[in-house]
């Protein structure tokens, strides 16, 4: 065998592990970029709840981790090879030139001009979602995200109210049994109904607690 047969050889029986790792580096930096819109977008539907307080233009909280998501999106978009959807654009555009010559023609332009950026960010923000749920996966995320937050949200609200509204009597029964009321026998019967609810607030934060800190580890 001469020597180029063995340079050849020993060519093909070297590893390429430096194209090996950066095939798999570009893979990863792909998937994180794929990652972050549905990160972002993620706690802007888990977050929707936050519109208040409100900003100018009706502006919220929330609209903040939407803005994010969009740029998220958008720079996905750009940096990937997914075909980008944006269903009734066409009608929308229509829809949007209306609004214009309406709001300019209208009596309160700049009141107009407003819900049309409204618009705007919210039409943004559908195609975002919508390009997004193209991957099932993706799309479950979004769907779970938005089922389990709906009802920790729910189940904070309830005991929430239950802590307002047995503060409230906490506070009503102790000025009552500073005055002379307070020497009642149904005074005693309202002091053992008000500690009996505050042991049903915290046997009840027992499952909320589950749900929202142990169920979603599982």
């Not at 930096?29 to 539907?45: H, M, Q, Y």
């Not at 214009?100 to 407003?114: D, F, K, N, Q």
């Not at 769907?143 to 906490?170: E, K, M, N, P, Q």
């Not at 009552?176 to 049903?200: A, H, P, Q």
Request: with cysteine.
């Amino acid at each position: 065998m001469s020597s180029v047969d063995l340079a050849g050889a020993r060519g093909l029986l070297r590893p390429a592990k430096p194209r090996a790792a950066l095939r798999l580096g570009d893979r990863l930096n792909v998937l994180d970029r794929a990652r972050t819109p549905v990160v972002f977008a993620a706690a802007a539907v888990a977050l929707l709840p936050l519109l208040r307080p409100g900003g100018p233009g009706a502006t919220a909280p929330v609209d903040l981790l939407i803005a994010f998501a969009l740029a998220a999106c958008v720079f996905w978009g750009v940096n990937s090879e997914e075909r980008w959807h944006f269903p009734y654009a066409f009608a929308m555009f229509l829809f949007l030139g209306g609004g214009v010559v309406g709001a300019l023609a209208g009596p309160v332009p700049v009141a107009g001009i407003t819900a049309l950026i409204q618009d705007v960010f919210l039409l943004t923000w559908c195609w975002a979602v919508l390009n997004i749920c193209i991957s099932t996966s993706n799309m479950r995320i979004l769907l779970r995200t938005w089922a389990y937050s709906s009802i920790v949200w729910a189940l904070l609200f309830l005991h929430t109210t239950h802590i307002i509204t047995d503060w409230g009597d906490t506070i009503v029964l102790w000025f009552l049994m500073r005055t002379d009321l307070g020497w009642e026998g149904r005074r005693l019967v309202d002091t053992d109904e008000n500690s009996m609810y505050w042991r049903y607030v915290w046997l009840l934060w027992i499952p909320v607690y589950l749900m929202i800190y142990w169920i979603p580890r599982l």
